[in-house]
């Protein structure tokens, strides 16, 4: 679903609508940029392709308006994550798996942080361009007028993610068809409008067929080694002493998540977040579970601290696929110096939902 809207065009046409309707702020392309990506994210679920598809969209129009190049980087860098917290998610979908919690009820646990987090980027945007004019090009903002029938063309454009976010989301939260259900009409959906706007070719919809095998291939047998492993521990009884070594150790159980998360983010500079999760949860779940926390909430928080390894040295994959995507025209020093802002607030983000659960479970308990 996700490889066909972007080639349908329609990541080109989000930035753009977003790019009007922030326009007229300091840092408003930034923020722009942020936007773009949380509406993207809805349809991708993948951080490393939000990244590569933002770096070719959003980068230029930055550089062209004076931005500094490490604060264009870092605001595409940082944005990217959404992908994987606003549903439908990847690593919300494997979590689901691997701590048999409803895939539809961590959805809408990701949509309260997902916002959250969008709207603390855009304030740092916004502080950073105010105590620091120099990042967006200068104190002056560019002026323009009312908007034009153009602009209000450019606003309305995408209307064809918008509609197809509400049917798959919708399905789900409905009841009407399940998560799996709904990836098989989203793709649908997509191929649609790639053939409204008049975008198909053989040759570019053969390479989306082949990109979506390499990643569903991937990902399932990780899913069947992590299976295997969860068993192995079963029958070990290695879950069973770790657990009871915690229930050993007299700290409050908040200090217990808080270890938990430390770990998740050193893992995070090290191994992808698919199998950050395959490796930790089988062992971190039922400990989570046994001191009364809820699964849902715990899984916003894992998937949150193992996003924050995308944008930390040295693996950072985030930081890799923007590389891959830009070329020699950045160096790995300007990416991870300009996505540090960013990575501080993803941590204030992650502490304020650890300490406030109810932003998490607020709309899965509602519901």
């Known amino acids: 679903m996700g490889l066909l809207a972007n080639m349908s065009g329609t990541s080109q046409e989000i930035y753009n609508a977003f790019h009007v309707l922030l326009r007229r702020i300091r840092g408003g392309i930034g923020m722009a940029t942020v936007g773009a990506n949380a509406l993207f994210a809805t349809i991708t679920g993948v951080s490393i392709a939000s990244a590569a598809v933002f770096s070719k969209i959003s980068l230029k129009p930055m550089m062209d308006l004076n931005y500094n190049k490490q604060f264009a980087l870092g605001t595409i860098a940082g944005s990217s994550v959404l992908g994987m917290l606003i549903p439908p998610s990847l690593?919300?979908?494997?979590?689901?798996?691997?701590?048999?919690?409803?895939?539809?009820?961590?959805?809408?646990?990701g949509i309260v942080p997902g916002i959250l987090l969008s709207f603390v980027y855009c304030v740092g945007i916004y502080v950073m361009a105010r105590f620091?004019?120099?990042?967006?090009?200068?104190?002056?903002?560019?002026?323009?007028?009312?908007?034009?029938?153009?602009?209000?063309?450019?606003?309305?454009?995408?209307?064809?993610?918008?509609?197809?976010?509400?049917?798959?989301?919708?399905g789900i939260y409905s009841g009407y068809f399940t998560p799996t259900e709904a990836g098989g009409i989203?793709?649908?959906?997509?191929?649609?409008?790639?053939?409204?706007?008049?975008?198909?070719?053989?040759?570019?919809?053969?390479?989306?067929?082949?990109?979506?095998?390499?990643?569903?291939?991937?990902?399932?047998?990780?899913?069947?080694?992590?299976?295997?492993?969860?068993r192995m521990l079963?029958?070990?009884?290695?879950?069973?002493?770790?657990?009871?070594?915690?229930?050993?150790?007299?700290?409050?159980?908040?200090?217990?998540i808080l270890i938990f998360v430390a770990i998740l983010l050193l893992l995070g500079m090290i191994l992808d977040s698919t199998s950050i999760l395959l490796v930790t949860m089988p062992l971190m779940v039922p400990i989570v579970s046994s001191m009364g926390y809820d699964l849902i909430w715990f899984g916003i928080v894992a998937v949150i601290a193992v996003e924050m390894g995308l944008l930390t040295p040295p693996f950072g994959m985030v930081i890799f696929s923007m590389k891959s995507a830009l070329g020699n025209q950045v160096t790995l020093e300007e990416l991870f110096k300009g996505s540090f802002p960013f990575l501080v607030m993803m941590l204030i983000t992650l502490l304020i939902l650890i300490f406030i659960p109810g932003l998490v479970t607020f709309l899965p308990d509602l519901w």
Do not use: C
């Open 132 to 170: 620091k004019p120099s990042l967006v090009g200068g104190s002056t903002v560019q002026k323009y007028g009312r908007w034009t029938k153009e602009d209000v063309r450019t606003i309305v454009k995408p209307w064809g993610l918008v509609v197809l976010m509400l049917v798959v989301l919708g």
């Open 186 to 230: 989203g793709a649908f959906g997509a191929l649609l409008l790639v053939l409204a706007k008049k975008r198909f070719n053989l040759k570019g919809f053969w390479r989306v067929l082949i990109e979506t095998g390499y990643t569903t291939a991937s990902v399932l047998f990780l899913l069947i080694a992590a299976q295997m492993y969860s």
């Open 91 to 109: 690593l919300l979908i494997i979590y689901g798996m691997l701590a048999q919690t409803s895939i539809g009820d961590l959805f809408l646990a």
């Open 234 to 256: 079963s029958m070990s009884g290695i879950g069973n002493l770790i657990q009871d070594m915690v229930a050993a150790i007299h700290v409050p159980d908040i200090f217990i």
